[in-house]
């Protein structure tokens, strides 16, 4: 989830799961990185979305499950 979060610019990702850590990740954002990475989530919804990598997906799964 990391990679896809960095990789697409769509969010901070964090070295743990501690309240400290991610107040300090969500404290540090400024309006312009949310707007930014509000316009990031929207150019790569539709790359994302499984309607355009559902068909790959199933041809997968078909492939895996051949005896």
Request: charged fraction near 25%; charge should be neutral.
């Amino acid at each position: 989830m990391a990679r896809l979060v960095s990789g697409h610019g769509l969010g901070v990702v964090a070295d743990d799961f501690a309240p400290a850590t991610l107040a300090k990740l969500l404290y540090g954002l400024t309006t312009e990185d949310v707007r930014q990475l509000k316009e990031n989530a929207h150019r790569a919804a539709r790359q994302l979305s499984f309607q355009e990598s559902g068909e790959e997906l199933l041809r997968m799964i078909r492939e895996a499950l051949k005896p």
